[in-house]
């Protein structure tokens, strides 16, 4: 079923080309845009699993460095002769853990008793309310007997690393504890992500809150606030990635989990814009794309100028052909080509003209020969041989021709007897008879050939007395210009005779022979006895296949020239003149 | 003992009664910009420098104040003492490592007062052991001529005519300058230092409890 057909070659081309194009092109831009957004999430992947562990080994470090900070601290002179006073100064020990803080350039510096008890506060505004979770550290080290804790709190509400680590007096007696905290907060993102590149977001995850709070984030505010809400999906692997859509941006998103001291943990979102991440391929993809469109363009343009040059030509032929069709041989189709185009407007140029040869000999041939004849020879295949039939063979002859040519000068002559012919011929075509020749003056016409036909004796007389009213019409013309009028003589029989095209290979013509033929042109020579009183004289086979054996005359049966047997003839009364004067 | 004093004295009267004569100094950096807490010292050519007498004046003195030496410059006659209060609500630890003086106050309470002669010349740099900010300089100049730029760059010093050793000296200056002048009695001496600092390289206290450790 096809559901469109296309009235140009030149649409289907266009369409074929154009549309192949530009399906190869989409697919390749698909193709790669998939596999560049596949290969950037994966990519985004790969850097959120490497800033997870950046980060894990960020806090260690951070770790490290507040205890080593704190244990060198810890054994610092003055902080002995300090501790060493009765009892203890705690301004000028805040003085000095500001010195301390300064140094190590923690904000948070605690000294504790050995009970967990505040001594000495660095920050002023920390109140000695927010040591707890400094004081849960305390107790595992000692617990524990380990030479420094560590952990993850609130401190005043906001997100702390804190450490704490033993004061010596000296090692292992412990003498009080430093407890050191660092603040998690923009500055911890913000290097973060200047390293890895990526997007950090510390909420809290206090099942009890009904908003989880954004501690710090690299995000804008309000997309922060959104991924606070969002809802993790499943891992099944700790470094497991989510797609988090926030202001309609795609973020790959990692979240990782930090406990805290004695609180519900706090979430870590680490995240990649997708966008961002694709922007460089986007910008490959965009050529890619003005490249199709180019090449697309070109492609059509091409495909328009190859259809034009095809169906171009092809409207002449289809037009040169309506008018070959029609009969119009003159016109000749002129491509310069060298193409496929070119041979066929060749070809059809030769075609043409042989048409027209074809056409030309065709009327030629009509001309030699009688129309009939000429059909019979262009139908069949002009074979030599014939077959045998039934004809009723006609003779007619002038009277005195010879006599009258040698009084008239010759050109008068053969006008004189192409007139005759022509009206002769014409008369005979009229009746279905067929002039199978000249010979001189006579005309041997043929009725029932090669058209067979059942009524060839009665149109053979019929022409007969026709051909007498036309002599008498040109009797009468030939009277009024003064000439000298035509007389003739008919011979008829029928008889089956052989018909066919009979002579050589390369000339050929189409006759019958037969006794048959001999009969009538015996016949007709009949006719100059004075005695028949009669211009025509037909066999008894005519006259009974012409159903005229009882109205026409009987002239009693004759022996011919060349003929054993006697043959019963009879005289056809033509109205037309009466019988020869002259023999 | 009687005659060293009077011996003494002599060395005191013997420049004093020529007339004295005025140095004016403006102290600038190599941006233009005044310079201050800049020592300018004249040491007598034609007299023994030892034999010069401290001038009597206000006992010198090094403040500890709201966790800060109380003057970041102080300039002294060699054989000076220096008297360091402690002004303050906490405690301090003096001390100096320089080999013009090397010497500490082990801490000491508010209200407490401690001192130290400064004999030898030279550049003292004071600290305290539990700030780490506290920074302060003791000058020590052979010589009872020498005065502190102030905060236009300005620095007098009135000296008996006569052939000195000019020298100025800063805490962020790499060289002390010097060269020699001579002070006549007519009218003062004024000259134009630009000197070329290092740049300031001071811990700066921290705000209370704003310190955060990310660079």
Known sequence: ?583 | MKTFRLLMLLACVGPTAARAAEFIAAVKDNKGAAVADAVVSLVPLDAATNSLLPPVGPRTEIAQENQEYSAYVTVVQAGSKIYFPNRDTVQHHVYSLSKAKKFELPLYNPGSVESIVFDVPGVVTLGCNIHDWMLAYVLVVPTPYYAKSDGAGAASVTAPAGRYRLEVWHPRLATTAVEEITLSDAAGLHRDFTLTLKPDRRIRRGPEGKNSGYR
């Open chain 1, 1 to 583: 079923m096809r559901f469109f057909r296309f009235r140009h070659f030149s649409s289907k081309l266009l369409l074929l080309l154009a549309g192949l194009m530009a399906l190869v092109q989409v697919a390749v831009y698909l193709l790669i845009s998939r596999a560049n957004e596949a290969a950037a999430i994966d990519h985004i992947a790969q850097n959120l699993q490497t800033g997870a562990l950046i980060f894990r080994q960020n806090l260690a470090e951070r770790i490290a460095y507040l205890a080593g900070s704190a244990k060198v601290m810890s054994s610092d002179y003055p902080i002995r002769q300090l501790m060493m006073q009765d009892p203890l100064d705690p301004r000028t020990l805040r003085s000095a853990l500001q010195t301390y803080s300064d140094r190590v350039r923690a904000p948070v510096i605690t000294l504790f008793s050995l009970d967990g008890r505040v001594l000495a506060l660095s920050d002023p505004e920390l109140g000695e309310e927010n040591a707890g979770p400094f004081g849960d550290l305390i107790k595992q080290a000692t617990r524990d007997d380990m030479e420094q804790a560590s952990g993850y709190s609130y401190l005043a509400g906001k997100l702390h690393v804190l450490v704490v680590v033993p004061l010596y007096a000296p090692a292992p007696n412990v003498a009080a504890w430093f407890g050191v905290a660092y603040p998690i907060d923009n500055k911890l993102a913000q290097a973060i992500k200047s390293t890895t590149r990526l997007e950090v977001t510390f909420t809290s995850d206090d099942p009890e809150e009904k908003t989880p709070r954004v501690l710090t984030t690299t995000l804008d505010p309000s997309m922060a606030a959104a991924l606070a809400l969002h809802k993790m999906a499943p891992k099944q692997g700790p470094l497991d990635s989510e797609m988090v859509t926030l202001n309609g941006e795609p973020y790959l998103t990692l979240f990782q989990e930090i406990e805290l001291l004695g609180e519900a943990p706090v979430r870590i979102a680490l995240q990649r814009s997708l966008n961002a991440e694709l922007a460089p391929a986007r910008e490959l993809e965009n050529k890619v794309l003005l490249i199709s469109l180019a090449a697309l363009a070109v492609a059509t343009i091409a495909a328009l100028w190859i259809a034009r040059g095809v169906s171009q030509p092809l409207h002449q032929l289809a037009d040169h052909t309506k008018h070959v069709a029609a009969g119009d041989y003159t016109r000749r189709i002129n491509l310069d080509r060298e193409d496929e185009l070119g041979q066929l407007s060749a070809a059809f140029n030769q075609m043409t003209a042989g048409l027209a040869e074809r056409d030309k000999v065709r009327d030629l041939l009509g001309k030699v020969v009688s129309p009939e004849i000429a059909a019979q020879l262009l139908q069949s295949d002009l074979q030599l041989g014939g077959e045998e039939r039934e004809v009723t063979v006609l003779f007619s002859d002038l009277r005195d021709f010879t006599t009258l040519s040698e009084k008239l000068p010759p050109t008068e002559v053969l006008a004189l007897l192409n007139r005759y012919l022509d009206r002769m011929s014409a008369v005979v075509e009229k009746h279905g008879g067929v002039v199978d020749k000249y010979i001189g003056d006579a005309i041997m016409a043929l009725f029932g050939a090669p058209v067979a036909a059942a009524d060839s004796a009665a149109r053979a007389l019929a022409a007969a007395r026709a051909m007498g009213d036309a002599l008498d019409d040109l009797n009468r013309e030939l009277a009024a210009e003064g000439k000298a009028p035509l007389a003739f003589g008919i011979g008829i029989n029928t008889a089956r005779v052989v018909a066919g095209n009979m002579g050589s290979k390369t000339r050929l013509n189409y006759t019958v022979i037969g006794d048959g033929v001999n009969l009538a042109a015996r016949l007709e020579a009949l006719t100059k006895s004075p005695g028949y009183e009669t211009a025509v004289i037909v066999s008894e086979a005519t006259a009974r296949a012409a159903g005229e054996v009882d109205t026409l005359r009987p002239l009693g049966g004759v022996t011919v020239k060349g003929k054993s047997e006697r043959v019963n003839i009879y005289a056809v009364d033509i109205k037309s003149r009466p019988w020869p004067v002259r023999g």
